[in-house]
């Protein structure tokens, strides 16, 4: 084979197979496995925003798998020849496909803007079904939640040692304000495809319906200090009536703690 690799052996159908192949099971893998682990129907949030996250992946899936045959093509199909000349011919200036590359991504960015604009529209936009109202203090390094329709306003207060519980009912919208005392954090609550900043000074407003009954995990997701990695929650979805007895039997005077 002189200076050539061993793939110089293959016919030009079998070094297609090779190019092409691979770029199809990946395709086909991303689609059985787009959700990457969030459902659908957690929260009313991941009902409005679960199909923008597929279908985002799917087409960053397909534009990456164009990409990877537009890098390899050339490489396999545009080698010298073997008794040809050093190089290939030499391309350049191709108006087209420069337009072309220029245009598709800018329409993909656009359309990804659009989407998620619509989508963050519809979820920050403040219902007249909110039955309940919590504020969500964060501080370093921890999270204070006080639940304001509970007759007089009861407090929890979690530290890095014990993160605190955020119960909510299930299938009763919640309004959450979202504030902090000293710099900036992030409410996260992964499985509910929620975040939004606690940001000192600023008052943010989030409202959204548990659908799911059980325990989730929610951290802090903007690097805050020290313990940033200590500043956890846990989302404990319970019954409606389960809710209105657990606010029932919060004593303030127990639960609340100083945020030392």
Not at 90 to 98: A, I, K, L, M, S
Not at 135 to 144: A, E, I, R
Request: hydrophobic share 40%.
């Amino acid at each position: 084979m002189g200076d050539y690799p061993y793939a110089m052996k293959f016919n030009t159908t079998q070094r297609r197979l090779f190019v092409i192949a691979p770029a199809f099971l990946a395709l086909t893998g991303c689609a059985t496995d787009a959700d990457s682990g969030f459902s659908g129907d957690a929260s009313s949030v991941n009902e409005i925003t679960h199909s923008l996250w597929t279908y985002s992946w799917l087409a960053a899936a397909v534009v990456g798998v164009f990409t990877a045959i537009l890098i390899v093509w050339p490489a396999v199909f545009h080698r010298a020849p073997k008794n040809g000349p050093e190089f290939p011919k030499q391309t350049q200036y191709n108006v087209p496909v420069e337009i072309a590359y220029t245009l598709i991504p800018f329409i993909i960015v656009a359309g990804l803007f659009y989407f998620t604009i619509v989508k963050q529209n519809e979820i920050v936009t403040p219902q007249e079904n909110v039955k309940h109202e919590i504020v969500v203090n964060g501080f370093q390094w921890s999270w204070q939640f006080t639940y304001l329709d509970a007759g007089e306003d009861k407090t929890v207060t979690g530290t890095p040692a014990k993160p605190p519980v955020l119960v909510v009912p299930q299938g009763e919208r919640v309004r959450y304000t979202i504030v902090s005392n000293d710099v900036v954090h992030g409410f996260w609550i992964p499985e509910f495809m929620i975040q939004m900043q606690n940001l000192p000074g600023v008052t943010n407003k989030l409202e959204f319906t548990a659908n799911k009954l059980g325990d989730f995990p929610g951290r802090c997701n903007i690097l805050c200090g020290r313990n940033h990695a200590q500043m956890l929650f846990t989302v404990r979805v319970v019954t409606p009536a389960e809710y209105e007895t657990y606010i029932a039997n919060l004593k303030p005077e127990v639960e609340k703690a100083s945020q030392s």
